[in-house]
C-alpha cells in the first residue's frame, strides 16, 4: 500500500519506480481506488460465501459454490492488482474476464432456472443484490488493465 | 436494534457518503475531518456492537452467525478504508472512504432485516 511519504510518478516502463513494477494498478489513484473496491467486493463475497456454506450449504449447493468461486475470484483479481508484474497482470485479466462471464451467465440462468439459483449469490440477476457492481467491476476492471497495458508497452 | 441508533447509523453513513464523494469531485485529498469522521462512523459500529450484545436476549430467533458477520465485516471495512484514505494523497482516498460509507449504510440496512 502506498506509504504518505511516496509520491512517485506513475511507471512508464516496466520496471520498478519506488519499488513497483509498472503493471501494478497501485500507481495512481484511480488504480488504488479500484483494487480498494476489488478488496471490499472480495472481503463481502468471502463472508456471504462462509456463511452460506457453514449454514445452508444444502439448501442450494450450486449457488453456494458459486459464491465461494466468485470470492475466491475476487480475491485472486484484489492481489494481482496489487503484486502488478506481467504474470499478474494476465491472471488479472483472466479474473475480471471470468467475472464478467460469470455474471453474465448466472444473471441469464437465475432467470431461466430460478430452481437452481434461487438462493442469492453475489452473481445472481446480474448482481441485482449489490448494486449491479458486480457487472460494472469487470468493465472497469477490464478497461483499466488495457490502460495500464498501453502505458507498460508505451 | 435500537431504532434511534439504526437512524443514527444511517444518517452517519450517508452523510459521510456524500461528504467524501464532493471532496472526490473537487480533487480534495482526505483531510483530518474526513478522517476524524471516518473514525466516528467505527467508534457508533462499536456502539451498536455493544448495544447488539446488550439487546441480544430481545432477538429471539436472529441467526448470530449472519448478523455478527455482518457487523464485524463493516468493523473491518471503516478502519481499513480509513487508513487507506490517510495513506492516499489525491482525491481517490475520499472516493475509497465513499464507497466503504455506502457499503456500511447497505449493511446496517441488512442488519436490520436479520435482527428479528
Known sequence: ??????????????????GRPGWSAMHSGPGRAL????????????????????REFDEAPTAYTLSAVAAVVYIIATVCLVIGNRTTHRIAIASCL???????????????????????????????????????????????????DRRVRG | MLTALTYLLFAYSAVLTVWALVLTIRNTAAGKGLLGATGGLLVLLIVQLVVSIALWGRADGTDPLLFFGYLFTALLLVPLAGFWAFAELSRWGPAVVAAAAVTVFVMIERMDQIWL
Open chain 1, 1 to 18: 500500500m502506498a506509504l504518505r511519504t511516496r509520491r512517485s510518478a506513475p511507471g512508464t516502463t516496466g520496471t520498478a519506480t519506488g
Open chain 1, 35 to 54: 483494487t480498494a473496491v476489488y478488496g471490499v467486493f472480495a472481503l463481502a463475497a468471502s463472508a456471504r460465501a462462509g456463511y452460506q456454506i457453514i
Open chain 1, 98 to 148: 471470468i467475472e464478467l462471464l460469470g455474471v453474465l451467465v448466472v444473471g441469464v440462468l437465475s432467470f431461466t432456472h430460478p430452481e437452481v439459483f434461487r438462493a442469492p449469490s453475489v452473481w445472481s440477476g446480474f448482481g441485482i443484490g449489490y448494486g449491479f457492481i458486480p457487472l460494472v467491476l469487470p468493465v472497469v476492471g477490464l478497461w483499466w488493465l488495457a490502460r495500464v
